[in-house]
Each structure stands twice: as structure tokens, then as C-alpha cells.
């Protein structure tokens, strides 16, 4: 057994499979990916990495497996899926997760490809377990799944107490472990116990706040659309494969986006922070509804025709479309009165929040500093807005 020092947590103590996993490369590899990414160019304290998140996960499951009084193979299962349900990220994390999918068909929690063979599935079957149930069980398959990939999941515990904790904001300070003493199953269902409606409530209050805050920062929402726009040029020249693409760690990306011609300038402003600005910032009314509702092949059409009625390079063009706003973790089920029933149902302030993220939402288009006048009035023009060019920092 290992006794690991955690920002978070104290002391992780990580025995069996879990300790046995901890030095393959697939998980060794995720100390090189920031969990927050671009965040970090927001909030200079965030340079936490998905290994250490990892091991929170881990830990956090360890808790809710002994509370549930899960044992053996099912409760090993759960706890090697824990460790290693981000082993599927790409560089930069969620910020590349787009590239991967639309080259590859493979969403990160996908993982059966990392863990059949190689170190991992060795591991895994000298540890008794099967590797196809362990990536099933990171995918959120079957009843103890939801455990790792849900709307009680610990991934989501962890992450964001991690993530408050280390870009110091109040925000996402749940009381986690309430929450892992009130998890119950009924039936197939894992749910919170009778009279923890305010503690799933406490969750999206928190998940709220950080999107506000933190993960839907226009800063880091610019830098990572500029890496998906950087990424998609350097697959273009072919030099780097998708498959090498999906495995490289955040810094391997930038050297590789440094080394040619059509992706080095994004390298750079990444690096020096010198993003692009945003030329577009409209709320959701004034966007029309075929608009947000345009998948990324037309997002791009949208990028050309903006470019070519500035009369701008392409490059310089960058629709962010966020999509439909939506809350998943208000599908929680709460014990009330012998029930289990959606805290969409029972709770009022859900109504308020989803509200509140209706609100918040943008839709941007961002471009250089010189070309933000012409890519605002060429915008509203393509896209049918009025009135919302934004040319604040």
C-alpha cells in the first residue's frame, strides 16, 4: 500500500490494482495534462494535472464502495475504473476531446482500446478483473458505473473541489462527503437518501457557479477554440496522425503546433497569451435558433463566409458555439417520501439555475485585435445578429 500526500484529500492510501496501475504509462502520462487546460490562463494557480485527479477519483470511490458495502472483484472493478477514467484525454483535455471525436469516433471515457492489452490489461487480469468490464464501468455501464460516470458520479465530487481549491475560488466547495454518506441504490438507480434534497441541491448550486466563474471563462473559451482550430491545420498537413494526435501530452501539442508553418502562430499566441479578442459576445435571444443549433462542419462554413466578408485570412476567424444550454445533473434522484424522484421535480431552485444558465450563455466570434472591427460588422451581417459585436477584453 501507498500512502500518497493530496492537495484535497490529505492522505490517499492506494492499494491492489490501484497501486499496481499507478506506474503504467497510460496513467503516468496524465501528470502532463493540465486538468483545467486554458483555465490556467485565467487563473495562474490552476496548474493541478488529471493524474492527481485521478487518484481523487480513485479515493472518493474507495469511500462510496465501503459506505455501499460493495467488496471484491465488483468493488476492485470500480476502483481500477476510477484511476483510470481520464486515460482516454488528449491533450488539453476537453479542449481537443472535438478533434479526436470527428477523426477518430472516440469520446474519452472510450478506453477499452487503452486498457484490453499492454501493461494495463496485464494488470488488470493478474488482479483478477476483466478488462472490457473495467472500460464498460468508466463509461458509466451498469449499476455500480454510475458511480464513476453519472450525475452522482465522484469524478464530478472531485473535480470540483479540486478545481476551486486550486484557482481559489469559493465556488465549487461541495460537501462531498455528505454526499458519498447519502448515496443509496434502489434497485438499478443509485440515488440520494431521504432528506437530501438541499445536498443534491448544494451540487448544482456549485456546478453553477463554476461555469459562471471558471469553466466558461471567455478567455479560456478563446484559447481553446483557437487549440481545436490549430489542431484540425496540423492533421491537415499530416504530419502528426490522429492516433499519435489523441496521445500526445499538452506540451508535446504545442511543440508540434510550433514546428509548422500553418500552426505556429496559435502556438505562440497560446503560450504568450496574446489571444485572439472576442468580436462577437451575443446572448442567446439574439442568436438565431438555426445558429446554435449548426454542428461544427457548418460552424466552419460560417467561419469562411465571416473571413470572406471581412476580407480577412480564414485563420483569423473563430465561430465559438457552444450549443444548447444544458444542466444534466438536475436529472439527480432524491429519496422523498418513500420516492425517487428528479430534483427537476422536487426542487424549485433547479428551475432558477437552468434559468440562470440561459442567461450566461454566449455565443462568441473571436478574431486578432486589428481585425475585430471588420469581423463584427461581417458577422452580424453572415450570421443575421444586430447590434452585439464586443470588442471588450
Do not use: C
Not at 471588420?374 to 450570421?383: C, G, H, T
Amino acid at each position: 500500500m501507498r500512502a500518497i500526500k493530496d492537495s484535497v484529500h490529505d492522505y490517499i492510501e492506494v492499494a491492489g490494482v490501484a497501486e499496481a496501475l499507478l506506474d503504467a504509462p497510460a496513467v503516468q502520462r496524465l501528470r502532463h495534462i493540465k486538468q483545467l487546460s486554458t483555465i490556467r490562463l485565467v487563473y495562474p494557480s490552476a496548474n493541478h494535472t488529471r493524474f492527481e485527479h485521478s487518484l481523487g477519483v480513485y479515493h472518493l470511490a474507495d469511500r462510496a464502495l465501503d459506505h455501499l458495502g460493495v467488496t471484491g472483484a465488483r468493488a476492485d472493478t470500480v476502483r481500477a475504473a476510477a484511476l483510470l477514467h481520464d486515460v482516454g484525454h488528449g491533450p488539453y483535455g476537453h479542449q481537443t476531446e472535438g478533434i479526436i471525436q470527428r477523426h477518430l469516433g472516440r469520446h474519452h471515457d472510450e478506453v477499452g482500446h487503452l486498457v484490453a492489452d499492454g501493461e494495463i490489461g496485464a494488470v488488470l487480469r493478474d488482479h483478477g478483473l476483466d478488462p472490457d468490464r473495467v472500460a464498460a464501468t468508466v463509461r458509466g455501464d451498469g449499476k455500480l458505473g454510475q458511480l464513476v460516470a453519472g450525475e452522482l458520479d465522484v469524478d464530478r465530487m472531485d473535480y470540483l473541489v479540486r478545481d476551486a481549491h486550486h484557482t481559489g475560488v469559493p465556488y465549487g466547495t461541495i460537501d462531498y462527503g455528505r454526499l458519498l454518506r447519502a448515496l443509496a441504490f434502489r434497485g438499478d438507480d443509485l440515488v440520494l437518501a431521504e432528506g437530501n434534497v438541499p445536498t443534491a441541491e448544494s451540487l448544482l448550486v456549485g456546478r453553477a457557479l463554476m461555469n459562471a466563474t471558471v469553466y466558461r471563462h471567455h478567455v479560456a473559451r478563446i484559447a481553446g477554440a483557437m487549440l481545436d482550430r490549430a489542431g484540425e491545420r496540423l492533421l491537415d498537413t499530416a504530419a502528426v496522425d490522429p492516433e499519435t494526435f489523441a496521445r500526445m501530452t499538452d506540451a508535446e501539442l504545442l511543440g508540434a503546433l510550433r514546428e509548422h508553418d500553418a500552426t505556429a502562430d496559435a502556438a505562440r499566441r497560446v503560450t504568450e497569451r496574446d489571444l485572439y479578442k472576442r468580436a462577437v459576445w451575443a446572448e442567446r435571444g439574439d442568436v438565431p435558433d438555426d445558429i446554435v443549433a449548426a454542428d461544427y462542419d457548418a460552424t466552419r462554413g460560417f467561419e469562411r463566409k465571416i473571413a470572406d466578408t471581412a476580407g480577412v485570412p480564414e485563420r483569423d476567424v473563430v465561430v465559438d458555439n457552444p450549443g444548447q444550454p444544458s444542466m444534466p445533473e438536475s436529472s439527480v434522484r432524491v429519496e422523498v417520501n418513500g420516492d425517487a424522484r428528479t430534483l427537476s421535480e422536487q426542487s424549485p431552485l433547479v428551475q432558477g439555475l437552468q434559468e440562470s444558465q440561459r442567461v450566461q450563455w454566449r455565443f462568441g466570434v473571436y478574431a486578432p485585435d486589428e481585425h475585430v472591427p471588420e469581423v463584427a460588422a461581417a458577422a452580424e451581417r453572415v450570421l443575421g445578429l444586430e447590434g452585439v459585436g464586443d470588442t471588450s477584453e
